[in-house]
């Protein structure tokens, strides 16, 4: 046996289980637990390096099936260029037993193919050592949407869960639905209109890709969508609805001890938050421009303060958003980067916190982490924003991209502001996830028992 053979079966091979034993003759019968259910849950990235609302929901799912007495929980993420590669080897265990990272390269985000040739053997053999009842994926990115065909030969009983967090399959602009180069957003995808975003990718191309992608989704057994404006596109995309089952994001239950802030006393102003990836498709310019109205028309009883990091992001955008903020006006307060332990602190210094995306988004985890709060959101009248936020009673929603309106509303609220005052009592609780596991649990129980979802549960 070769020795980098040896390392990969070290690297994949499950902690062992304390062997049978047999009773002796005369004793009492010895009474077989049941067998724990063996789930796989799958990441992009992983969280521990990358901070990501997708990467943080399947992590957060995996704790909690984890700490479940009748289930053995296993989780792989991928993290290229994020973590050290071992020689000739593709899986690797920086954090313990029951946690694999995929550290390879050479993934094609036109038609999210892994072009990596040492993946599928290594994972196959985890797949054959693990023997896993359900493998949970939450996204495919990095892995290749073929690990759907590599899970199906490997363990063709075990069943196949998929939790959309995009709109990447149907999508060739990262998955976001926007058009080239402008931003509009984009209704349908068609091969045409994907050319017309995409002219150097011939029309044909996006035909074969669609088919591509349709193809390994034949293979999943159940998708998971954390909103119904998602499930929604997809199902008008090809997927039938009945194998779409809609189960938000849940948070994690706070400790007994956990500081919760009063809100804010209003009579000196009010201060809106931003908090997240600093980017164009999250709307930052529509800030900097609706303070710039605000500041025209005399209004000092507002400040927006944005908690973000935006070093990731393109040169092109980093230079042109260092000269919008060079010239901003003095109620928008940059803040800079925050660690994620921070956001209920720096949330709950706020009247309310601002979403302003210029994309449908899907379920973002700030609107969450806000709710969990008790801070209004402000945010675009659009995609999963609008269904998250129940205008009037979580917050209010604003012309998608329209800076004056922001500005308007902004204005209004700092006249009037016993309409945030008024929320507080109306204002929803994001699910736990306590919750959000029970939900899943039983959509394993479906897949694994041939039935139907639930009606209330469908997209």
Known sequence: MSQTTTRRRAATRPAAKPAATEAAPGAPAVVTPAKKLRVLTMSHMDPRVSRGGAEIAAFQLYTKLQADPNVEAFFLAAAPGRIGERLGVRLTQPFGPNEWVYVGHGFDHGIHANGDPEFPPEFLELLANIQPDVVHLHH???????????????????????TLH??????????????????????????RDCHRCFPEKPEPDFFLRELFMKRFFRLVDRFISPSHFLAKRYVEWGIAPERITVIENGMPERPEHAR????????????????????????????????????????????IDVNGDYSGQPEPFRLDFEKRLAKASENFNYRGPYENSRVDELMQQCHAVLV???????????????????????????????????????????????AWSL??????????????LAIQKTIATPPTMTETAAAVRRVYDEVLAGTAPAAADKG
């Open 140 to 162: 495919y990115t990095n892995f290749g949407v073929e690990a759907l065909l590599h899970i199906r030969r490997a363990v063709p009983q075990a069943k196949i869960v998929l």
């Open 166 to 191: 995009e709109y990447l399959a149907i999508c060739n602009h990262f998955g976001q639905m926007v058009k080239r180069p402008s931003f509009a957003l984009c209704e349908k995808a068609s091969p």
């Open 260 to 303: 919760q802030l009063p809100y804010p006393p209003v009579e000196d102003g009010l201060i809106f938050g931003f908090f997240g990836q600093i980017s164009a498709l999250k709307g930052i310019n529509v800030l900097i421009e609706a303070a710039a109205l605000l500041d025209k028309a005399g209004i000092d009883r507002v400040r």
């Open 356 to 402: 302003p995306s210029v994309w449908w988004e899907n379920s973002p985890l700030v609107i969450q982490e806000a709710l969990l709060n008790k801070r209004p959101v402000i945010c675009s009248d659009i995609g999963g924003m609008a269904e998250k936020v129940r205008d009037g009673l979580d917050g209010y929603h604003f012309q998608a991209r329209s």
């Open 407 to 420: 500005a308007n509303l902004l204005k209004t609220l700092a006249a009037e502001p016993h309409r945030l």
